[in-house]
């Protein structure tokens, strides 16, 4: 009985080619799950070392040498440099004089730019102090009401 073994299925998805990225393919620049990976040398590692310790910031430091922020605080950590705490950026007379500005009804973004403090740290320190924030103008009040 001349029964034929099952045929398998072919993918549509073409499979990836073998050997390097060739120039202009979006691998070649790297992406999530293929990042193009920057090692830091001794010297580039104390040299980090020394500028956080003199003040600079650890996303300064990771723009300045190319290396994601969790890559400078794990060398901060392997060099035993202790990391300095988040200041808060705003008091809490601060935050009471500016929450009246927004119920004056200035936008989020102005109040914040008037406290020269991004409209972020404002929002999370309304939120800390049990304040509302308004809706957005244009936007729906909840992402269930977005379209899908």
Known sequence: MGRSPPKRSTS???KRP????????PEEKGRLSNPVLRGLT???KDELAGLYRKGA???SLGRRYGVH????????DQWGVPRR?????MTDSMVARASERYAEGLSLVEVAAE?????????REFRRAGLSIRQRNGWPACRSQLAP
Do not use: M, N, Q, S
């Open 12 to 14: 549509k998805v073409p």
């Open 18 to 25: 073998v050997g390097p990225p060739e120039r202009g393919d």
């Open 42 to 44: 001794a010297h580039e």
């Open 57 to 59: 910031t650890i996303d």
């Open 69 to 76: 922020r969790t890559t400078v605080i794990h060398h901060l």
């Open 85 to 89: 705490r988040v200041v808060r950026k």
């Open 115 to 123: 406290y020269d403090v991004h409209e972020r740290t404002l929002a």
